[in-house]
């Protein structure tokens, strides 16, 4: 399975992008955001199940809102008031529901935020 993100790019502090995670032959059911900033692990960002439920990393509450496209074939990561610390590759995954266990990933989208 293919999952292309787009949207990325470089943005000042307190401005937003909304990344973009689509499948061409893929309903993305149970969905996920990660993220990698250099020289750090990859974490946790957002994740939506199939129910609708969504779960949020406690440093993007508030400010990042993940939500799914009326086909099911686009899942969305909305990012308001952007800091530089969210500065890092950013990976969407079809993940098995109910957890944050990747399946498969798409080859990732850079954000740069810049203070």
């Known amino acids: 399975e293919q999952l292309v993100e787009s949207g990325g790019g470089s943005v000042q502090a307190g401005g937003s992008l909304r990344l973009s995670c689509a499948a061409a032959?893929?309903?993305?059911?149970?969905m996920a955001w990660f993220r990698q900033a250099p020289g750090k692990e990859r974490e946790k960002v957002a994740r939506l199940d199939i129910t609708g439920i969504t779960d949020y990393a406690d440093f993007v509450k508030d400010r990042f809102t993940i939500s799914r496209g009326n086909a099911d074939k686009t899942v969305y990561l909305q990012m308001n008031s952007l800091k530089p610390e969210d500065t890092a590759i950013y990976y969407c995954a079809a993940v098995f529901c109910g957890s944050w266990r990747p399946m498969f990933w798409g080859q990732g989208t850079q954000v740069t935020v810049s203070s």
């Open positions: 032959a893929y309903t993305l059911n149970c």
